[in-house]
């Protein structure tokens, strides 16, 4: 037996189990853990920028299979990032399933884009997600014009659902009250039953950390924590629309990275 051994075995310390200690020593961030988290997210943004021009120049005919390896290349930036996830690229109905896998799908002019994204800068991860419509281009920016009025509506409702949780982010509030915020606006456009997860999580050095931004969680806002504000509707066999920003939590409220 060695000494260390020895030692345990006689201590009168009795180790106990504590659920989640680590990621509650990791809620509140540093500014030099914020400062990473920051250069995550605009890599992030970057590459989907990048991916939009890509894509739009590979056109109509590509198969999400090929988009989601044209994905990775750019999110990796020649491998000097690592990913926080592996990508989800996914067409139309595809797009319904929140952890849609790639398929032999082809982009066709007309067709919802999802795309959900991150990379890691020096361990830190970034998470991302755009729905867009492409018309013979792709631009990944929040105001969306589709030529379907379904989409149009679901998007819109996504989006004001996005929108009312930013604001409710406040220093002081409840978890469960910014799940509200976005799932009361869906809810109320007649798409409740089809916002099948929680608003949001905690990103650092995992890509799930706390907070649970969800209608059961108990967590407390507090300033510096990080996490991520994502609605979505997936309406199944037909389409779904996810937006997904991760923000700091500031004394004024939500800032949006990247």
Request: aromatic share 8%.
């Given at each position: 037996?060695?000494?260390?051994?020895?030692?345990?075995?006689?201590?009168?310390?009795?180790?106990?189990?504590?659920?989640?200690?680590?990621?509650?020593?990791?809620?509140?961030?540093?500014e030099a853990e914020l400062n990473k988290l920051q250069r995550a997210a605009q890599f992030g943004k970057e590459a989907f920028d990048a991916f939009a021009k890509h894509l739009s120049a590979l056109g109509?005919?590509?198969?999400?299979?090929?988009?989601?390896?044209?994905?990775?290349?750019?999110?990796?930036?020649?491998?000097?990032?690592?990913?926080?996830?592996?990508?989800?690229?996914?067409f139309d109905a595809n797009a319904a399933k929140p952890h849609a896998l790639p398929t032999d799908s082809t982009l066709q002019k007309g067709s919802l884009v999802l795309m959900d994204a991150g990379v890691k800068y020096e361990r830190y991860c970034s998470d991302r997600t755009r729905t867009a419509f492409f018309d013979?281009?792709?631009?990944?920016?929040?105001?969306?014009?589709?030529?379907?009025?379904?989409?149009?509506?679901?998007?819109?409702?996504?989006?004001?659902?996005?929108?009312?949780?930013?604001?409710?982010?406040?220093?002081?509030?409840?978890?469960?009250e910014i799940d509200k915020a976005a799932?009361?606006?869906?809810?109320?456009?007649?798409?409740?039953?089809?916002?099948?997860?929680?608003?949001?999580?905690?990103?650092?050095?995992?890509?799930?950390?706390?907070?649970?931004?969800?209608?059961?969680?108990?967590?407390?806002?507090?300033?510096?924590?990080?996490?991520?504000?994502e609605p979505g509707i997936y309406l199944p066999n037909q389409f779904g629309v996810r937006i997904e920003d991760t923000i700091i939590v500031r004394s004024h409220g939500a800032e949006i990275m990247g």
């Amino acid at each position: 037996m060695s000494v260390l051994q020895s030692s345990v075995k006689n201590s009168p310390s009795r180790f106990k189990k504590r659920p989640n200690f680590s990621q509650q020593k990791r809620i509140i961030k540093s500014e030099a853990e914020l400062n990473k988290l920051q250069r995550a997210a605009q890599f992030g943004k970057e590459a989907f920028d990048a991916f939009a021009k890509h894509l739009s120049a590979l056109g109509e005919g590509v198969d999400e299979k090929r988009a989601f390896f044209e994905a990775e290349m750019l999110l990796k930036r020649q491998g000097s990032l690592g990913l926080s996830f592996e990508p989800i690229v996914a067409f139309d109905a595809n797009a319904a399933k929140p952890h849609a896998l790639p398929t032999d799908s082809t982009l066709q002019k007309g067709s919802l884009v999802l795309m959900d994204a991150g990379v890691k800068y020096e361990r830190y991860c970034s998470d991302r997600t755009r729905t867009a419509f492409f018309d013979g281009t792709l631009r990944f920016e929040k105001e969306q014009h589709f030529s379907d009025t379904q989409r149009q509506k679901v998007y819109d409702t996504v989006l004001k659902a996005q929108e009312m949780a930013l604001k409710a982010v406040k220093v002081g509030v409840k978890a469960s009250e910014i799940d509200k915020a976005a799932r009361d606006v869906i809810e109320k456009a007649g798409f409740g039953s089809y916002f099948v997860h929680s608003t949001g999580h905690g990103v650092g050095l995992d890509i799930h950390e706390l907070p649970v931004i969800s209608a059961r969680s108990q967590a407390i806002i507090e300033e510096n924590m990080v996490f991520t504000i994502e609605p979505g509707i997936y309406l199944p066999n037909q389409f779904g629309v996810r937006i997904e920003d991760t923000i700091i939590v500031r004394s004024h409220g939500a800032e949006i990275m990247g």
